[in-house]
């Protein structure tokens, strides 16, 4: 039988969703892992050759796809930036999953190790450190440089590492999983992506599966008992972290090495409008989600608007 503080309150609630059992979850997902987790090392083959006419990522994910721009490039051009594209996805994903582990460090910190839900939590960072190294090789792989964000989006991201906690860590997490996720099951199933993003893509979307049910579970607990002040923080601090995601997976310099006029890209990938559904695309089931938990909305709005991400 679950214990009575890990199951849903016979109270009304503001949302629909359930609060299921913490350590029956975790259970089910350590299984899961046990069943179903991949070494990038041996799962890729790293020693093949990349094709040349292949592109980085589904053309469509592509900052310029759309514009009149992208139109004006050769398809050399085309595939160059889609690699240095999606190499810079790969820098910000790392730079995330940086922040996630440290994050789940400190929530599981001097909590009982013998429960599945603090097994789980330790797997999970087992998961991340792989992927982290999975995407530093695929960019590697493709000649591209260790792309990241600037230095200010570094310093608030380690101040956010070490402060975020509750429904803000957990909330914050699934904007950057759930955007990866849609993309990449995108990537993973188009042929005319390089079969190492597709391989990549498979591995990472089977098992962050996992991590983003874990995620989602935590963001149901953590709001139960928050007042009307934690909300509305929590609502701030949750569309600031999705505005730093979203304008930061694609650098300026990825258009400088397909041989594009850096400020003209630049220009061109702000105002256009088809990426900008995507980014909206990427982000729906999380904007679903914290809708139900009603922490979306208020002044929030604004900067989720200028992530383009409503």
Not at 38 to 66: K, M, Q, R
Not at 279 to 296: N, V, W, Y
Request: with cysteine; hydrophobic share 45%; net charge positive.
């Amino acid at each position: 039988m679950p214990s009575t503080k890990d199951v849903t309150s016979t109270q009304p609630r503001r949302h629909t969703l359930t609060m299921t059992d913490r350590q029956q979850v975790a259970t089910r997902l350590l299984a899961s892992s046990a069943k179903k987790s991949y070494d990038p090392n041996v799962e890729i083959d790293w020693a093949a050759p990349v094709p040349t006419h292949l592109f980085g990522l589904t053309p469509e994910w592509s900052t310029l796809y759309g514009t009149a721009m992208w139109d004006e490039m050769s398809l050399e051009q085309q595939v160059t930036l889609t690699k240095h594209e999606v190499a810079s996805i790969s820098g910000t994903g790392i730079w995330f999953e940086m922040i996630l582990m440290q994050m789940l460090v400190r929530d599981m910190y001097g909590r009982d190790a013998s429960a599945p839900h603090f097994q789980f939590a330790l797997t999970e960072i087992a998961d991340e450190c792989r992927h982290s190294v999975m995407f530093a090789r695929a960019s590697e792989k493709f000649g591209c440089p260790a792309y990241r964000p600037n230095r200010p989006m570094i310093a608030l991201g380690r101040i956010f590492a070490a402060t975020a906690s509750g429904a803000v860590a957990y909330g914050g997490t699934l904007f950057a999983e759930e955007i990866l996720d849609v993309m990449q099951r995108e990537f993973m199933k188009d042929e005319r992506v390089q079969p190492v993003t597709r391989t990549v893509s498979k591995i990472h979307v089977l098992e962050e599966a996992r991590h983003i049910r874990f995620a989602r579970e935590e963001a149901v607990r953590r709001v139960e008992h928050l007042n009307k002040v934690q909300r509305a923080r929590v609502r701030v601090l949750l569309a600031g972290a999705a505005y730093a995601v979203a304008t930061n997976l694609v650098g300026p310099q990825v258009y400088a090495a397909a041989g594009l006029d850096v400020k003209r890209a630049v220009a061109a990938a702000k105002a256009n409008e088809h990426y900008q559904a995507k980014l909206r695309q990427g982000a729906s089931k999380t904007m679903e989600f914290l809708t139900d938990l009603d922490l979306i909305g208020g002044p929030s709005r604004l900067a989720l608007r200028r992530a383009h991400l409503l």
